[in-house]
């Protein structure tokens, strides 16, 4: 420490020349020792803490030497270097020191005098203490406090930017599920038109060719030719009862029933009759049903009932497409034959895929 202050200019000089001295005291070389606190005391400021303590380790190698006049200047020198109530040195443990010293020189007054400023000082010293003691705690439950404060605060911040995160997420998928949804709704809607307008049309188109087979029933019926097939197809009716195999049409005899049948579909009061039965069309045709079912079927690619389904609902669309008719939907399908509002319902969306209400709507708008 000595090559430190030389070298690099220490600057606890009193703190090191005091220390220094304590060890050559304890050493028992008191002229180095003694060298040491004159240096403290030369090189320290009138009222220090280091000069202080210099002084009273003099006064410990007077009072040693048997010296106590000189030690009792010593001490009241040190004792000088202090001020009470700023405790750079304990004066109750110089002050004890006088005492000692006054009572062996037989200054007992001055003594018990002495020993009781030391006790004074010692109480106020120890009271200094404490309260130092409880300021510093207090100092540090308040630091923390701070300190869990801002953590608590950090976290809550933490919260609040979770929340706001959380918040953040919701909008977007609320804003991605609107916009799917808009999209959808677009999609379905432009779907719904193409739809509306594809079964109009066809409706228009099945009006047309119900004309055109109108006149073809026409040619068939004035011909002769369909009056002679008729008496055949009753003879077959009698033989497919007498019988239980099924002679095949001939392809000409095929084409006749094709077009009498076609020219049957064309009358609405057979297909909405909710009473309609494959029999009962092979008796209006003078056939049997067999013919019949092999007519749809391979004609049609369909079943009887699906296919008179499909001529009741082509029947719809064209009053549902048409603005002046105001039919309820209820009385709609009783009048096509419908037995029930859940039977129509399910077959018109399965040919539009819409409900008809949907389909009225969409085709109002389109006008």
């Known amino acids: 420490a000595e090559y430190i202050h030389n070298t690099k200019g220490l600057s606890d000089y009193g703190n090191l020349y005091n220390t220094y001295g304590n060890v050559l005291y304890h050493q028992g070389d008191m002229v180095g020792a003694k060298d040491c606190f004159h240096r403290v ?4 400021t009138d ?9 009273a380790a003099l006064s410990d190698i007077s009072n040693g030497k048997g010296d106590h006049i000189k030690a009792l200047e010593l001490l009241d020198s040190a004792l000088s270097n202090t001020v009470e109530g700023i405790l750079f040195i304990s004066r109750p443990e110089i002050i004890g020191k006088m005492a000692d010293i006054h009572h062996k020189l037989g200054n007992n007054d001055k003594a018990a005098i002495l020993k009781a400023q030391a006790k004074r000082e010692s109480t106020i010293l120890s009271n200094a203490i404490n309260t130092d003691a ?13 300190e869990n404060d801002i953590a608590r605060q950090h976290i809550q911040l933490i919260e609040k930017q979770n929340i706001v995160n959380i918040l953040i997420a919701a909008v977007v998928i609320i804003l991605v599920v609107l916009t799917s949804t808009v999209v959808m709704y677009r999609r379905k809607n ?18 047309r060719l119900r004309e055109t087979i109108r006149h073809l029933e ?10 002679e097939t008729s008496h055949e197809y009753e003879s077959e009716a009698s033989e497919q009862n007498a019988s239980a195999n099924v002679t095949p049409l001939s392809a000409e005899r095929l084409r006749d029933l094709t077009a009498r049948f076609d020219a049957l579909m064309l009358d609405p009061a057979v297909y ?4 309609i039965t494959k029999e009962k069309i092979a008796r209006m045709l003078g056939t049997n049903r067999t013919y019949i079912s092999r007519l749809v079927n391979e004609r049609y690619g369909m ?19 048409d603005p002046a008719d105001s039919t309820s939907l209820k009385d709609l399908a009783d009048m096509l ?12 969306n399965a040919c539009t895929g819409m409900t008809p209400a949907s389909f009225r709507n969409q085709s109002n708008k389109r006008k």
């Not at 005391?41 to 320290?44: D, F, R, T, V």
């Open 303 to 321: 079943t009887f009932t699906r296919y008179i389904n499909s001529l009741r609902i082509k029947e719809a669309v064209r009053r549902l497409s």
């Open 218 to 227: 026409e040619k068939l019926i004035s011909s002769s030719h369909g009056s």
């Open 337 to 348: 034959g419908f037995n029930s509002m859940t039977t129509f319902y399910s077959q018109f």
């Open 134 to 146: 409880i300021e510093e705690l207090r100092a540090k439950y308040d630091l923390e406090r701070a």
């Open 190 to 207: 432009l779907l719904y038109r193409a739809i509306v307008a594809q079964a109009t049309e066809s409706a228009h188109e099945e009006n």
């Open 41 to 44: 005391i030369a090189n320290s």
């Open 272 to 275: 909405t009759d909710n009473l």
């Open 47 to 55: 009222i220090d803490s280091d000069r202080a303590r210099a002084y």
